[in-house]
């Protein structure tokens, strides 16, 4: 398996885009979270799916940001519009039930 | 809450020296204890891991007991290599499919030749 995949590797942009990051998870894992990494902060999980449905999305900082998983092999989060303090990496995981979880490179979004 | 700390890095070694870097913890319930390992440029790995007290973790050199009397999983390998440069996560999660990750804010460990 290719692990998990994330694209862009990069995205640069200009305050009040519309940005989406896209994630493909490891075939039949069960399981999809999303990250942010931060200098302050650290890694904060932003959302995770169980099955394509969200379960909690309690870390997600604002309604900008909105999150999918269409199908089980696909997921977007969305930031729009998108402001400086957003510019971070953001990682997507996945894992079955009870294993470890699985991260992706990340993306390292930048916006201007 | 969960919570992870771990010591601020960064942490500078000289090739062939000892390492510990420190992780202690606070959970309700019995959580599973893990350290992944973030290459620069690259996501995070999974170095090591121990479900429950007294395990022992390891992987590359690296290993992790879980201490449950001290709440901690300190990482120690005995000999690093300039190759061993990253920056390292302690993390716990509690199971059961309820939660992602708890992450500690990483160590960014520096080995010198």
Known sequence: ?112 | GNSVTQMEGPVTLSEEAFLTINCTYTATGYPSLFWYVQYPGEGLQLLLKATKADDKGSNKGFEATYRKETTSFHLEKGSVQVSDSAVYFCALWTGGGADGLTFGKGTHLIIQP
Request: hydrophobic content about 35%; some cysteine.
């Open chain 1, 1 to 112: 398996d290719a692990g998990v995949i994330q694209s862009p590797r990069h995205e640069v942009t200009e305050m009040g885009q519309e940005v989406t990051l896209r994630c493909k998870p490891i075939s039949g894992h069960d399981y999809l979270f999303w990250y942010r990494q931060t200098m302050m902060r650290g890694l904060e999980l932003l959302i995770y799916f169980n099955n394509n449905v969200p379960i909690d999305d309690s870390g997600m900082p604002e309604d900008r940001f909105s999150a999918k998983m269409p199908n089980a092999s696909f997921s977007t989060l969305k930031i729009q519009p998108s402001e400086p303090r957003d510019s971070a990496v953001y990682f997507c995981a996945s894992r079955l039930s009870n294993t470890e979880a699985f991260f992706g490179q990340g993306t390292r979004l930048t916006v201007v």
